[in-house]
């Protein structure tokens, strides 16, 4: 059935093998162009995001120096190791514990944004 086809078409078969390399390659086209439009629309919309939300690390460093506090003080007051404040502050500790985030909030009287 398949070979009836082209018998009706009138190709013969050196037609036939070269005409799906236009086919492959206008639809990898197709898709390259609609991967790249998306990705610039998700790109923009995580710019976006980025520019409107404080990570929890930008709003511990921001509310300390607003109650002039240094890194020190706050790390006592919390009760938890400089290095881990300084991590949480640089955004660099992937997934600080709830016990330390809540023990920054207790110390700063605030609750962080998330």
Same mark, same amino acid.
């Given at each position: 059935?398949?070979?009836?086809?082209?018998?009706?078409?009138?190709?013969?078969?050196?037609?036939?093998?070269? $005409?799906?390399?236009?086919?492959?390659?206008?639809?990898?086209?197709?898709?390259?162009?609609?991967?790249?439009?998306?990705?610039?629309?998700?790109?923009?919309?995580?710019?976006?995001?980025?520019?409107?939300?404080?990570?929890?690390?930008?709003? $511990?460093?921001?509310?300390?120096?607003?109650?002039? $506090?240094?890194?020190?003080?706050?790390?006592?007051?919390?009760?938890?190791?400089?290095?881990? $404040?300084?991590?949480?502050?640089?955004?660099?500790?992937?997934?600080?514990?709830?016990?330390?985030?809540?023990?920054?909030?207790?110390?700063?009287?605030?609750?962080?944004?998330?």
């Amino acid at each position: 059935m398949y070979k009836d086809s082209f018998k009706y078409l009138n190709l013969h078969n050196s037609t036939i093998k070269y $005409l799906h390399l236009p086919i492959l390659l206008f639809t990898f086209a197709i898709i390259v162009i609609r991967f790249r439009f998306e990705w610039r629309q998700g790109q923009a919309v995580s710019h976006f995001i980025k520019s409107k939300i404080m990570t929890i690390g930008e709003q $511990l460093e921001t509310e300390r120096k607003r109650q002039n $506090l240094t890194q020190d003080q706050l790390k006592i007051m919390a009760g938890i190791s400089l290095d881990t $404040l300084r991590r949480i502050e640089k955004n660099k500790s992937k997934n600080p514990s709830l016990f330390t985030i809540r023990a920054i909030e207790k110390a700063l009287g605030i609750t962080f944004e998330i």
